[in-house]
């Protein structure tokens, strides 16, 4: 099982920029993808971006694509996800989730996701 932990949520005007983190523990980071999503109020989980365990290929949604920016550092077990031109429509938690070892190509189903950290807040004003 991996922990996750995410950082870098807050409050930013429409226009602007924040950086989510998120550190992982446990099994092996290197072996498995990563991903971000967001859940807002009275809506279903959704898939914002992955990236897989090897090779670095990524994948975005498309209404983030052009954006949204994720990476990896698997010397310091972590993610991130830079964004950039943030919408009020951005606004949700956005939860770090980490897949299986060694299946490519990552997901985009939550369902599919093994472990996920607690969430943290992104609001976007406009």
């Known amino acids: 099982q991996v922990q996750l932990v995410e950082s870098g949520g807050g409050l930013v005007q429409a226009g602007g920029s924040l950086r989510l983190s998120c550190k992982a523990s446990g099994r092996a980071f290197a072996t498995y993808a990563m991903g971000w999503f967001r859940q807002a109020p009275e809506k279903e989980r959704e898939f914002v971006a992955a990236?897989?365990?090897?090779?670095?290929?990524?994948s975005y949604a498309d209404s983030v694509k052009g954006r949204f920016t994720i990476s990896r550092d698997n010397v310091n077990n972590a993610v991130y996800l830079q964004m950039n031109s943030l919408k009020p429509e951005d606004t949700a938690v956005y939860y770090c989730a980490a897949d299986r070892p060694f299946r490519v190509p990552a997901p985009t189903q939550p369902q599919e996701w093994h472990d996920w950290g607690q969430g943290t807040q992104v609001t976007v004003s406009s």
């Open positions: 990236i897989n365990w090897s090779h670095d290929t990524t």
